[in-house]
């Protein structure tokens, strides 16, 4: 009997999961640190990039996704993605996702930076819980062996494979592969859309047990995120819709930024709001929706609208304050195209990865549909049952070496995400992306004895990765911007690599 240990219950673990216990021979378990649905999959208001018109390829998919990537997305990665993409849909709608339809067909709706309309959406805007509700429902009555509230503190490496995880209670799982399906790590700053338990744990672990990451400089800030504590995500499928951002005065500002404005990759709006905020003293920019009306703001988008009036807005008659968030990185745990790492037994999937399908800069509702196509992939990569190793086809730079056992926190949580959003946020610089290595390096090493610290330790290598990154990337590209290289570097378009050194 193989047995499969999935870490994680976004729809990339989840799908894995479900997949790989319907195997002969296959035993799986998953594990997740908090409830099933707490993920970013379970909050993700936009929806599921996927071909299904007669009017739509999957080459324009592919090219839409590699223009996002600003020239770093990998030219397989976004075909699999793309070419397997609607046989994962049909799945999610087999195990019970009831995806929106309008006259009979399933409803598409139109993003940033994609040629047509095709985006998916269950609920309006609650195309995250609707997927995650259908695959927790189907993991109950499934024999996928379930643990909530169970926090992995390690990777198990023995003789260079690895071979379990050990829990914080110190209590051992053992496993012919562990798959880590662990989401982002939203916290690293303190405004964003993620969820409290997007710490970068898997990230973390596998930088501690010898694997190689990527492209961990590159982290995508979302433009619109409701400006008051805990940074709602207001879905750019609103703008989608026609929604227009506008300064302090009522003028719409990003005309003169992109000449698809609204619409223009993320990482432009963001930076756009980000630069008219900075105009206006810090006071937030305004998205205004009223052009659209009350009524089919709360039709379109049920949750969002809770969320703005329970914060005192009516948005159908009021243009209401966004600012950017931390929202999705692009960067994780280096794999090929089956979801494999470079440590044996050690596989990884959705936003914990990167095979270089996001690039620089991710197309927009290209994660949910990542997670249900390569959730599939690593069973088969798991089982040994998938083709040769496929990674990175372009050029890697050498890889940046981490100091080893670098697991501290010499100030809080609150402090390092401080840290980060003014070192390697929206703009960065090389003075303070010096400094806040050399603080980090300053600090002590803590007694990890709660979920919190865990936590907390993991943020911490996952904050002196990202900073190590950001400081090697000398130019601007996609989600990663230097003021002191604005611009765009050709000679530089290759994928960076972070590893820890062994101590």
Not at 154 to 166: N, Q, S
Not at 382 to 401: H, K, N, R, T
Request: charged share 20%.
């Amino acid at each position: 009997m193989t047995h499969i240990l999935v870490i994680g219950s976004g729809v990339a673990g989840l799908t894995a999961a479900l997949d790989a216990d319907g195997r002969d021979g296959v035993s799986v378990t998953l594990v997740t640190k908090s409830t099933l649905d707490q993920s970013n999959t379970w909050y993700a208001q936009g929806g599921v990039a996927v071909v299904t018109s007669a009017d739509d390829t999957v080459a324009s998919h592919v090219a839409d996704t590699l223009v996002a990537g600003a020239g770093l997305s990998e030219d397989e990665a976004a075909r699999v993605l793309c070419a397997e993409g609607p046989e994962a849909v049909q799945h999610l709608i087999d195990r019970g996702v009831l995806f929106d339809v309008h006259d009979g067909e399933l409803a598409r709706g139109l993003e940033a930076a994609h040629s047509h309309q095709r985006i998916l959406h269950a609920g309006g805007d609650a195309t995250g819980a609707a997927i995650a509700a259908a695959l927790i429902g189907r993991l109950r009555d499934s024999g996928v062996a379930v643990r909530e509230n169970a926090t992995v503190a390690d990777l198990v490496v023995e003789h260079g494979r690895v071979v379990g995880v050990t829990l914080l209670d110190g209590r051992r799982i053992d496993a012919d592969a562990v798959v880590l399906a662990t989401g982002g790590a939203g916290q690293l700053y303190p405004y964003t859309t993620n969820p409290a338990v997007a710490t970068g744990d898997g990230l973390a672990m596998a930088l501690r047990a010898g694997a190689f990451a990527a492209d961990l400089e590159f982290y995508q800030f979302h433009p619109t995120s409701l400006a008051v504590p805990g940074s709602p995500l207001v879905s750019e499928a609103v703008r989608g819709e026609g929604a227009v951002l506008i300064d302090a005065d009522g003028r719409r500002f990003m005309t003169d930024v992109h000449p698809d404005a609204e619409l223009a990759p993320r990482d432009v709006v963001a930076r756009g709001c980000a630069a008219q905020m900075a105009k206006q003293g810090g006071v937030p920019v305004r998205l205004d929706a009223t052009a659209l009306g009350g009524q089919f703001l709360a039709k379109r988008f049920p949750t969002i609208d809770a969320v703005v009036r329970s914060h005192g807005f009516d948005w159908g008659t009021t243009p209401i304050p966004v600012s950017p968030a931390a929202h999705y990185f692009m960067g994780g745990i280096r794999t090929d195209l089956w979801g494999r790492t470079s440590l044996t037994g050690l596989f990884a999937i959705g936003e914990v990865a990167c095979n270089g399908l996001h690039g620089a800069n991710r197309l927009a509702s290209n994660s949910l549909l990542e997670g249900a196509v390569y959730g599939r992939r690593v069973v088969d990569a798991a089982l040994g049952a998938a083709g040769a190793s496929e990674g990175f086809d372009s050029e890697w730079a050498e890889p940046v070496v981490l100091p080893a056992d670098a697991r501290g926190l010499a100030v809080s949580r609150a402090d390092l995400q401080q840290i980060m959003w003014d070192a390697a946020g929206l703009v960065r610089t090389g003075a303070a992306l010096r400094e806040a290595s050399e603080t980090l390096l300053r600090a002590a090493v803590p007694v990890v004895s709660d979920v919190k610290s865990v936590e907390d330790a993991n943020l911490f290598v996952v904050a002196q990765a990202v900073i190590a990154s950001a400081l090697a990337r000398r130019e601007s590209r996609g989600g990663h911007y230097r003021s002191d290289f604005p611009d765009t570097d050709s000679a530089q378009a290759v994928h960076s690599t972070v590893v820890m050194a062994r101590a």
